[in-house]
Nanobody, 125 residues
Framework: QVQLVEFGGGSVQAGGSLRLSCVAS????????MGWFRQAPGKEREEVAI???????THVPSVKGRFTISKDIAENALYLQMISLKPEDTAKYYC???????????????????WGQGTQVTVSS
């Protein structure tokens, strides 16, 4: 059974940085799409960044240039480096995974079957 556990959330001032980590267990092999999603109070969960099986990242426009997704296959770990944080980045951040069957990985949250419990990021102005 796949389990995902996130670390690294916290409270920072605008312009600050945080690094989120997600440790995965129970993965069958390396053929998993993995991503970061976030959900602010009263809003739907939205994609932040995903990383393909081959390591190719995709970042949504609102975080491009500020957030960087990466993974360490040997450690079964996923990371999200966040700089220049803004108050609108405040949300609970979730790590997600889905085994790739065909095609490239998608940013659509409905395609992800495994989710962590989330870690809170709060950015104050």
């Amino acid at each position: 059974q796949v389990q995902l556990v996130e670390f690294g959330g916290g409270s920072v001032q605008a312009g600050g940085s945080l690094r989120l980590s997600c440790v995965a267990s129970g993965l069958r092999d390396s053929r998993y799409c993995m991503g970061w999603f976030r959900q602010a109070p009263g809003k739907e969960r939205e994609e932040v960044a995903i990383i393909n099986v081959d390591g190719t990242p995709t970042h949504v426009p609102s975080v491009k240039g500020r957030f960087t997704i990466s993974k360490d296959i040997a450690e079964n770990a996923l990371y999200l480096q966040m700089i220049s944080l803004k108050p609108e980045d405040t949300a609970k951040y979730y790590c997600a995974a889905a085994r790739l069957v065909f095609g490239p990985c998608t940013t659509n949250k409905l395609a992800y079957h495994y989710w962590g419990q989330g870690t809170q990021v709060t950015v104050s102005s």
